[in-house]
């Protein structure tokens, strides 16, 4: 055998076992190739399953806001009257603290100076409720003879 023999012999081996390797490679991207295909028909189907139950899932939502907007349209009155109860409930807290301060700002006008009036307001009452108890005794007392 020659050199130009055992040169072709060896390039015939070489590409032999180029095209061996060769069709293994194809052979198995062709598998790959098959399984990508299944994979992507099987992500189609369930797409669509999903997509179906998404789109129930978005018309319930939307049933349930509808719902809810009317509910809360129909409580917005109640929210506020009792908005408005505790601007009242405020505002009578405030004048109860306003008056008694003017209560206390007083008692202390009282303390400091104005005993004698005091004294004189209460002598006054307690004579004035006397002649009261006085009179209707004696308009008792004339019934009394009338009935007689």
Request: charged share 25%; aromatic share 4%.
């Amino acid at each position: 055998m020659t050199f130009g023999e055992l040169a072709g012999l060896i390039a015939a081996i070489a590409f032999l076992i180029l095209v061996v390797f060769l069709c293994v490679l194809i052979s198995r991207l062709g598998k790959t190739m098959q399984e990508t295909n299944r994979s992507i028909s099987l992500l189609t189907h369930d797409m669509d399953n999903l997509s179906k139950e998404v789109e129930e899932v978005l018309g319930n939502t939307n049933s349930l806001l509808e719902d809810l907007n009317k509910k809360s349209y129909k409580l917005d009155p109640a929210v506020q009257a009792v908005a408005d109860v505790s601007q009242s409930v405020i505002d009578i807290n405030d004048q109860v603290h306003n008056m008694v301060d003017k209560v206390n700002t007083q008692r202390e006008k009282n303390r400091f100076g104005l005993g004698l009036a005091k004294t004189a307001g209460k002598a006054a009452v307690l004579g004035a409720f006397n002649r009261y108890r006085e009179r209707r005794a004696m308009k008792k007392a004339k019934r009394g003879m009338k009935d007689e």
